[in-house]
């Protein structure tokens, strides 16, 4: 089955106390790509990854870093997480080829940093 | 990309057909007109996108005007399990690019019984 995972699906840490989400499609896809979603703001993209070691930042980048080693990872690196980090953040990976573009996500992790 | 102009809310009885609208007057000739939606807090899931001809699948059908300023989802039968804010995002497609999607506010839908 096509599919999108992340993990943890919840998560509570403290403020500095580094973190990874993790993220892994099993589609073969090129694009992968992180979000956050807070109330009244929407959607909004942190980093994307067109393939493999490159990475560049989206809309709301700081305070984030992403790493893509390999094409089916893209691990979420919270270095010092400050409580305005809280928030549900969601994953997502998509073709680079064909019509159907199409973008996939995964099931959301919500952080919650105290 | 174009900015899209949603209804924040609409209600739909179980059983009829929900036909939720979207406002894309700026779009220009490659721009395809996608629709996601997301149940609860669960990630965006897509349902269907086109250019400018109408499409249908299993989800729903697009319907998107000759002059392809407005377009309209329409979930045939809904029933409660379509419950859900409905995106409606304009977009380059094809290859290059990012697929980089920007999500407005949506269209909440509520199914009732």
């Known amino acids: 089955e096509a599919q999108v995972t992340q993990n943890p699906r919840y998560l509570i840490t403290v403020t500095g106390k580094k973190l990874t989400v993790t993220c892994s499609q099993n589609?073969?896809?090129?694009?992968m790509s992180w979000y956050r979603q807070d109330p009244g703001l929407g959607l909004r993209q942190i980093y994307y990854s067109m393939n493999v070691e490159v990475t560049d930042k989206g809309d709301v980048p700081e305070g984030y870093k992403v790493s893509r080693k390999e094409k089916r990872n893209f691990p979420l690196i919270l270095e010092s997480p400050s409580p305005n980090q809280t928030s549900l953040y969601f994953c997502?990976?998509?073709?680079?080829?064909?019509?159907?573009?199409?973008?996939?996500f995964g099931q959301g992790t919500r952080l919650t940093v105290v | 990309d174009a900015k899209t102009t949603q209804p924040p809310s609409m209600d739909c009885a179980e059983g009829r057909a929900a036909n939720l609208p979207c406002n894309h007057s700026t779009i220009s000739g490659n721009e395809y007109v996608y629709w996601y939606r997301q149940i609860h807090s669960q990630g965006p899931q897509y349902i269907i996108h086109g250019l400018k001809n109408n499409e249908t699948n299993e989800m729903a059908s697009l319907i998107i005007t000759e002059d392809r300023k407005s377009s309209t989802l329409i979930l045939p039968h809904a029933t409660l399990r379509d419950t859900a804010v409905y995106y409606c995002?304009?977009?380059?497609?094809?290859?290059?690019?990012?697929?980089?999607?920007?999500f407005g506010a949506g269209t909440r839908l509520a199914v009732h019984p």
């Open positions: 589609m073969n896809h090129e694009y």
């Open positions: 995002i304009v977009r380059s497609s094809g290859t290059g690019g990012y697929n980089k999607l920007i």
């Open positions: 997502a990976s998509s073709s680079r080829t064909g019509r159907n573009t199409e973008a996939f």
